[in-house]
């Protein structure tokens, strides 16, 4: 079993940035895919980024393209979402999961196996 953890959400005004972690517990944390999907009230969970085992690929949804960027350090377990020029859209509940197919970057959240409990980011304009 994996535990995740989010961290780093909050208010923020548009135009400003927030670095988001997650940590993962668990030796397998370098084998995995990560991804980051949000999830704004009333709407479904949409994939926002992700990262393959090695950190050599990565995607993006076409609506954060240029703004954020996915990390991982696999030494501290860690994967990151440096997100700039945020904009009031961005309001939502942000989610790390793990993807055991390590190699695939796939964005449906039934992909993945291993969620946290998710961090708020709010956007004021």
């Known amino acids: 079993q994996v535990q995740v953890v989010e961290s780093g959400g909050g208010l923020v005004m548009a135009g400003g940035s927030l670095r988001l972690s997650c940590v993962a517990s668990?030796?397998?944390?370098?084998?995995?895919?990560w991804g980051w999907f949000r999830q704004a009230p009333g709407k479904e969970r949409e994939f926002v980024a992700g990262?393959?085992?090695?950190?050599?690929?990565?995607s993006y949804a076409e609506f954060v393209k240029g703004r954020f960027t996915i990390s991982r350090d696999n030494a501290k377990n860690t994967v990151y979402l440096q997100m700039n020029t945020l904009q009031s859209e961005d309001t939502a509940e942000y989610l790390c999961?793990?993807?055991?197919?390590?190699?695939?970057?796939?964005?449906?959240?039934?992909?993945?196996?291993?969620w946290g409990q998710g961090t708020q980011v709010t956007v004021s304009s």
């Open positions: 999961a793990a993807d055991r197919n390590g190699v695939i970057i796939r964005t449906t959240p039934a992909a993945y196996s291993y």
């Open positions: 668990g030796r397998t944390f370098g084998n995995y895919a």
């Open positions: 990262i393959d085992w090695s950190g050599s690929r990565t």
